[in-house]
């Protein structure tokens, strides 16, 4: 599954979901959206806003981790 650190790069930058949402030119619910990982996908034109304003690289947004079956 993909996870979302959007919210970590926006605390470490100092950065409200306001600011970046505004900043980034999309409403703040659609920014909720991406950062609860409830997005089925991204452009990668706001990708690249949301990099370029957080200064980081979409790997430090976007993180792959293995789904584990419990049995």
Do not use: H
Not at 3 to 32: C, F, H, P, Y
């Amino acid at each position: 599954m993909i996870v979302v650190n959007l919210d970590v790069m926006m605390a470490r930058r100092k950065m409200s979901s306001g600011e970046l949402a505004e900043r980034i030119g999309i409403t703040q619910a659609n920014l909720s959206v991406l950062k609860t990982g409830k997005a089925k996908a991204v452009r990668f034109s706001t990708l690249e806003q949301i990099c370029k304003v957080l200064n980081c690289q979409p790997g430090d947004l976007l993180e792959y981790q293995e789904e584990t079956t419990e049995q």
